[in-house]
């Protein structure tokens, strides 16, 4: 049954690069059309940013570079630290964190086995070093998993979940094509079975045909999974298909928040509609 | 007959930021759907009879008024928070227009077994469900395995209107359903649609054929092309 409390809670999520002043949030904004304090020159990549995460959903996260959309992921997946807000992550045994206050011990536990994160630059997410069997074999060790044939048996299921041949399971990812690279990195981050999934621009530069296997993925494992997702992208079509509800950032705000095809059929924001009539 | 949506005092305008214009679609439309019957929208084009229907499928925010879906729980769809509408969605309301919005890349089977796949059903009961509705109406048996993104604009729409039946919904929405189809598709999409009332479902439409309405509908609503308001901005 699915339960009736959101996975994550983020609650005014602010996060300021410099020192700060009193006047960095009500300078800066949508209104104000800047992210920079003129006060103290201080970057306000997100402030006041609010949303829930339900159980198997996937929400979009859009807006242009600099809105502060990867912000959002960097500080959720505890790789960054929020200058104020709050984020309350909710596992299905019913223990709960807030996220603003973990320490490094249970930072490294949620990353390892609760959260998946998968990047647009492969490098980011992959160990150039060692085989695909051993960039899935790394993430299950951290989890405490130690018997190798379990082990072997987890790799060789998410090679044929993420459509990656058996065969490659000994070779190291340099030697995979970019989607090949990104169908992988889905399945390390897959690997400790994890409860929030972040996936930032995953297809953001790839040729059109093996985007449409890495979305087609991506559906497939929210239907049969039920993992919750939040999706950061700047293309609409991959919101549309994938997203139920998105949120629209920008200058570090959210302009916009509605189901996904409110949002782009009956835009609200200038911007949303500026963003919408641009497209293709 | 007890009362499925009403519909009371429904206004939606477009304010386009960058032209500085707002553009009126609906104004003030009050109506009822009941269970078992057709409410049918007519009125000459552009007075906002496909805006209604987005508007109670929550793809477009109204300016004023309620839509209220009785029911357990009884639903404002106008004022209702992103994920009680997207429940709604998912059990109660079917939409199918003109067009069909679909995952590409999926079998014609499986778009039509979205809806029941979503309520958790298994998937060989919900293809068996989808292949029923397909041969109900009528659709070619070697097309069915096959994704509808290369099918004909009548096969398209009998795929959608598969789609909106399978799951049995309280109020299914109809724009248009017979638009692009030949006499004997149409045939097939109107008995349907009668099976579908004789089920208790309640159906909203909207038909381009009067000789559809005149067979139909139970209450025809009349939508009046809205003038053209100032700017309030």
């Known amino acids: 049954m699915v339960r009736e409390t959101p996975v994550l809670t983020a609650s005014g999520l602010t996060r300021i690069h410099g020192r700060g ?4 949030v009500r300078l800066t904004g949508d209104a104000q059309g800047r992210n920079i304090c003129p006060s103290c020159g201080s970057v306000v990549a997100l402030a006041d940013v609010s949303f829930e995460l339900w159980p198997g959903e996937i929400l979009g996260v859009m807006g242009e570079s600099g809105s502060g959309k990867s912000s959002v992921v960097k500080m959720l997946h505890l790789d960054d630290q929020m200058t104020a807000g709050s984020a309350i992550f909710r596992e299905s045994d019913g223990r709960s964190h807030e996220l603003a206050q973990v320490d490094e011990v249970e930072i490294r536990r949620l990353r390892d086995t609760r959260f998946g994160m998968v990047h647009q630059n492969p490098h980011l997410g992959l160990n150039f070093g060692v085989s695909a069997g051993g960039n899935i074999a790394e993430r299950l060790l951290c989890g405490g998993e130690r018997r190798f044939a379990v082990i072997r048996e987890t790799a060789l299921g998410l090679l044929d979940r993420t459509e ?8 190291q990812p340099g030697q ?17 079975r994890p409860e929030l999934l972040f996936l930032d621009e995953v297809t953001t530069g790839l040729d059109l045909s093996v985007q449409a296997r890495i979305l087609d993925l991506i559906l497939e494992i929210q239907r049969e999974l039920g993992v919750a997702m939040i999706v950061v992208t700047h293309d609409l079509g991959v919101v549309r298909l994938l ?5 629209v950032l920008r200058h570090g705000r959210v302009v916009e928040a509605g189901l996904t095809d409110q949002i782009l059929e009956d835009p609200q924001h200038a911007y949303t509609q500026q963003l919408v009539m641009s497209a293709l | 007959m007890s009362i499925v949506l009403s519909v009371t005092g429904l206004s939606k305008s477009f304010t386009l930021h960058h032209q500085g214009k707002s553009i009126p679609s609906v104004h003030d439309a009050t109506f009822t759907v009941e269970a078992g019957q057709l409410t049918a929208l007519v009125g000459p084009s552009g007075a906002g009879k496909s805006t209604v229907l987005k508007c109670v499928y929550r793809t477009y925010l109204p300016q004023a008024g309620s839509m209220v879906l009785h029911g357990d729980p009884t639903v404002d769809l106008a004022t209702c928070d992103e994920h009680a509408a997207l429940r709604v969605r998912r059990r109660d309301l079917a939409y199918v227009t003109q067009f069909l919005h679909c995952l590409p890349r999926q079998g014609t089977v499986d778009v039509v077994a979205a809806p029941l796949a979503a309520l958790g059903i298994a998937r060989d009961e919900a293809r068996a ?4 509705r397909l041969r109900e109406l009528d659709l070619p048996e070697r097309l069915w395995d096959v994704p509808p993104a290369t099918f004909s604009g009548g096969e398209r729409q009998r795929v959608n209107l598969a789609r909106g039946l399978v799951l049995q919904p309280r109020l299914l929405m109809l724009d248009e359903p017979t638009a692009s189809l030949d006499q004997r598709s149409a045939e097939l999409v109107v008995a349907a649609i009668r099976a579908a009332k004789t089920s208790g479902v309640a159906v909203l439409a909207i038909f381009h054929d009067p000789v559809l309405v005149e067979a139909l509908a139970d209450q025809v609503v009349t939508l009046k092309r809205p003038t053209e308001l100032p700017c309030a901005a």
């Open chain 1, 176 to 192: 995979f094509s970019g989607g090949m690279q990104q169908r992988l990195q889905i399945a390390r981050a897959l690997a400790p």
């Open chain 2, 129 to 132: 469900a989808a292949r029923q």
């Open chain 1, 243 to 247: 997203a139920s509800r998105t949120i």
């Open chain 1, 164 to 171: 990656v041949p058996r065969g490659r399971i000994d070779h």
């Open chain 1, 21 to 24: 002043c009193l006047d960095c």
